[in-house]
Structure formats: structure tokens, C-alpha cells
């Protein structure tokens, strides 16, 4: 059940941004090898948000699940950088990439917990 959300001070168009969150869903699904129906994204763009002292277009992703292994976090950190630079023109160097493994128990959906 991973939860993807994208943060960024750049603020693209609608449509960039619905492209954006379905390639969000498929490169975690992808990366962490569970199936796209259980993965959720959310944007929060056009935030203020600074980096190294400056504004400039930075891009922090926070991905969210149960048993996400470490093996899973180069190459979820290569495709983040990658689509935030082609898609928000963020720098690799401006992009942060942090992973979260909830503990079993303490994540549900559809009346169950997992």
C-alpha cells in the first residue's frame, strides 16, 4: 500500500500534474515490485520551499509502505531525479528521495489492516 507524495516549488499546469502522479504511481510500483492498484500519489506543488539557501525549483519525494527494502532506494532515487527533471526541470542535485517502511500493523484499507 505505498503512498507517494510529490513536493516541489515549481507549479506546473493540471495536466502535467495528472501525468506527473500516474508516472509517480508506476515507477514506485515498478521499484518496489507491488502492483500499480494499490499505489496512491498526492502533489503538493507550487509550494514555497528552499534548498541550500535558495528558492530555486528544488523537488523532495517521500515514498510510504510496508516492507520496502533498502534494495528498492537507488532505484526509486534514479527515476525521481530523472522525472523531476524532465517533467519540473529540477536538478537531480535538488531533488531529495526519502523512503518510509511502516511497520506491519500499522497501515490499512478496505476494512483491514496489514
Not at 515514498?63 to 532506494?73: I, K, Q, R
Request: hydrophobic letters at 40%; a negative charge; charged letters at 20%.
Amino acid at each position: 500500500m505505498p503512498l507517494v507524495t510529490l513536493y516541489s516549488n515549481a507549479d506546473p499546469a493540471p495536466e502535467t500534474v495528472a501525468g506527473l502522479l500516474q508516472e509517480a504511481t508506476t515507477i514506485t510500483a515498478q521499484e518496489l515490485e507491488k502492483p500499480e492498484s494499490i499505489v496512491m500519489a498526492r502533489a503538493r506543488l507550487g509550494e514555497p520551499m528552499a534548498m541550500a539557501g535558495t528558492t530555486a525549483p528544488t523537488f523532495l519525494v517521500e515514498v510510504e509502505g510496508l516492507g520496502a527494502s533498502d534494495s528498492a532506494t537507488q532505484g526509486l532515487t534514479d527515476a525521481f531525479c530523472e522525472l523531476g527533471q524532465r517533467v519540473l526541470g529540477v536538478d537531480p542535485t535538488r531533488t531529495f528521495v526519502k523512503l518510509h517502511d511502516v511497520p506491519r500493523g500499522r497501515w490499512g484499507s478496505n476494512h483491514k489492516v496489514f
